[in-house]
């Protein structure tokens, strides 16, 4: 990378603002589920405390649409990363303002403050340049380690380094020169699987992955939509109406330059996501108009299964259903075992796709844990990601 990184810096009793992807899944009683995000800032962390810097840590939390809200609050992960640091971590009340700049004011080298949920502001997301300037105020280098958010141009993640010596931290860098080595001349087959929730932020995605991969699985929320453009029935179930059309052409585009597009041929169904609810297997055709569709049926799992099985290289983001609820997490374990047995090198990227993996209990058997999802795919399509090109050229 031609970036600067931490070492490029002399830290020593400076307060450095390091923006990490503590984005981490919660269940319903606020509890970590999935913690892989933030150990894997640890190293940057460590290191800048080692080199006796103040730390300032910012991240978002969800997407509490640019309001303070308990539900999307960074304390419970100012308890995890304190138990992982086992010091100290001070919680800030809020982002910005005097209190926060008083506290940062107060750190002494090798403390570590938390800042509240940037996303509380909506000035996070415009990437306000006040907003950024107020940040900014807070320290006297950015340091971004937040891979998973460096598709995103806020304020924290690219409008500070326009007032602040900008570096990458170790996560960053590694995430980045992993995925290059692995992407660039991928062995082939070369198999994507596509999932998730998070259907209009990624389903453009699919255009640019459509030049570089030889199969396609369509799962998760994010099939739905494909199943709709079949016109298929499709209940209550998550989908993005307004991109059924680009759905359609999708699988145009498929056919026109020979990528094996596979959707799901059955799914399985429930009224309502809640543990323990009826729920039963259906093909696409049949999805009742009461249900929804919470995960790939045992059909389209074995195939999907065939297909990764033949990868060199897999790259997965998005799990197949709603995976957090039991029965629903049964297709995404089926297609985390295939990956795990392929043999292929593989990449799983995204907060839920890694929580599934470890959930699965094939962490270990995938070569590349990243910790971006919509950051790793945009990567891999050969975008330039706005929190990197920030960064100070070395
Ligand atoms: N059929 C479905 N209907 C509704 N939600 C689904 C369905 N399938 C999967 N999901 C949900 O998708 C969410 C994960 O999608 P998401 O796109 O956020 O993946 P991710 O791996 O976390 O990537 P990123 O890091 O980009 O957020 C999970 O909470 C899961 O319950
Ligand atoms: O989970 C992610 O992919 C990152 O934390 C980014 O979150 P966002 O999609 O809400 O910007
Ligand atoms: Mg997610």
Redesign the pocket.
């Known amino acids: 990378m031609n970036k600067k990184s931490i070492r490029d810096v002399e830290v020593k009793g400076k307060k450095v603002f390091v923006r990490v992807?503590f984005?981490v899944p919660l269940n319903e009683n606020r509890e970590i589920t999935d913690d892989t995000?933030i150990r894997a800032a640890l190293p940057t962390i460590q290191y800048l405390r080692e080199q006796g810097a103040k730390l300032i840590v910012a991240s978002?939390l969800?997407?509490p649409k640019g309001q303070f809200n308990e539900k999307y609050s960074l304390k419970p992960v100012a308890k995890r990363l304190a138990e992982l640091l086992g010091i100290e971590v001070k919680m800030a009340p809020d982002v910005v303002g005097p209190e926060v700049e008083k506290m940062a004011g107060e750190l002494r080298p090798g403390e570590v403050l938390l800042l509240e949920n940037v996303?509380f502001y909506p000035e996070e997301?415009k990437n306000d340049p006040e907003f950024a300037r107020k940040l900014a105020r807070l320290a006297e280098i950015f340091v971004n380690d937040?891979f998973?958010?460096a598709?995103?141009a806020?304020a924290s993640t690219a409008g500070i380094a326009s007032y602040l010596p900008a570096v990458a931290g170790f996560l960053m860098e590694k995430e980045i020169n992993f995925l290059s080595r692995a992407l660039n001349n991928p062995e082939r087959p070369f198999v994507a699987i596509i999932g998730g929730a998070?259907v209009s932020?990624k389903i453009g995605v699919i255009e640019n992955l459509l030049g570089k991969v030889d199969a396609l699985l369509i799962g998760g929320g994010m099939a739905n939509t494909f199943l709709k453009a079949m016109g298929y029935e499709t209940g209550k179930s998550l989908v993005e109406e307004d991109k059924v059309n680009l759905a359609g052409e999708l699988m145009n585009k498929a056919k026109e330059v020979g990528v094996k597009l596979l959707l799901p041929s059955d799914v399985v169904v429930a009224p309502r996501i809640e543990a323990g609810v009826p729920s039963k297997i259906v093909a696409v055709d049949s999805i009742p108009a009461e249900e929804m569709a919470l995960d790939i049926g045992e059909k389209t799992a074995k195939l999907f299964r065939e297909e990764i099985l033949k990868a060199k290289t897999v790259v997965w983001n998005g799990p197949m259903g709603v995976f957090e609820v039991e029965p629903f997490d049964r297709g995404t374990v089926a297609v985390a075992e295939a990956v795990a047995e392929s043999g292929a090198l593989s990449v799983v990227g995204?907060?839920?796709s890694v929580a599934a993996v470890e959930k699965a209990g094939v962490a270990d058997k995938i070569t590349h844990i990243s910790t971006?999802?919509?950051?790793s795919l945009e990567f891999l399509e050969g975008k330039k990601l706005p929190g990197v090109e920030v960064l100070n050229d070395k």
């Open positions: 992807d984005n995000r978002h969800g997407r996303r997301e937040a998973g958010a598709h995103r806020h998070k932020d995204g907060g839920d971006g999802g919509g950051a």
